[in-house]
């Protein structure tokens, strides 16, 4: 079975704090995401990667940055935590692009005071 | 760009009967429409999709219809059980990628 693990189930972290969010899978899969998940908003696109070293923006890319040095490993950066911030964020990964199914992580709850 | 629209926001049936959530798009170039399930604490897991040159898709108890025409696309859940309680997602593919609907709780009645 694919397995897509995030490094933290839950964060608390201050403002301003830089903050990094891990996620690593273990199939081999060339794309990965990173979304963010509110209530009532669904998931909501912050960056994609399709191969190492590759990225681009989603819907919501303000903020954060991301990281892909190794093909397993996805990392989302917020450069500087605001409170705004605080919410579900999510990792997937799929083999190819968007229409195959993609396979998340379990979450991380961040919350910034 | 792509809208996805999905009701009922809370769904609540009696065990047993039939679920039936409902979503709307906005883009007619979207040809790839998955399910997901969220259950409490976990990450949203594919059901079923459904692809744009097909009307319908069965998977035993969950079905999945399109109407491009009129672009919507819906879930069925028939004889519905309480391990079927969990927020539902639809998602639409536009312009490379998923645009998510906000997500139906379904909450079965013993």
């Known amino acids: 079975d694919v397995k897509v693990t995030q490094s933290s189930r839950y964060l608390v972290k201050r403002t301003g704090e830089k903050v990094f969010l891990e996620c690593v899978q273990d199939?081999?899969?060339?794309?990965m995401f990173w979304y963010r998940q509110d209530p009532g908003l669904g998931l909501r696109l912050i960056y994609f990667?399709?191969?190492?070293?590759?990225?681009e923006k989603g819907d919501i890319p303000e903020g954060y940055s991301v990281s892909r040095e190794k093909k397993e490993r996805f990392s989302l950066i917020l450069e500087s935590a605001s409170t705004n911030q605080t919410s579900m964020y999510l990792c997937a990964s799929s083999i190819t692009g968007v229409n195959t199914e993609a396979f998340f992580g379990q979450g991380t709850r961040l919350t910034v005071v | 760009g792509e809208n996805v629209e999905q009701h009922p926001s809370t769904l609540s049936v009696q065990e047993g009967d039939s679920a039936v959530i409902k979503c709307t798009y906005s883009?007619?170039?979207?040809?790839?429409f998955p399910w997901y399930k969220q259950e409490l604490g976990k990450g949203p897991q594919l059901i079923i999709d459904?692809?744009?040159n097909v009307g319908e898709k069965k998977d035993q108890r969950i079905a999945v219809t399109l109407n491009k025409t009129a672009k919507h696309f819906s879930l069925h859940i028939t004889e519905t059980q309480p391990e079927d309680s969990a927020v539902y997602f639809c998602?639409?593919?536009?312009?490379?990628?998923?645009?998510w609907g906000a997500g139906t709780k379904l909450i079965i009645k013993p």
């Open positions: 883009d007619s170039a979207s040809n790839y």
């Open positions: 459904i692809r744009s």
């Open positions: 990667s399709y191969d190492v070293k590759m990225k």
């Open positions: 199939m081999d899969h060339e794309n």
């Open positions: 998602a639409a593919v536009s312009n490379y990628q998923l645009i």
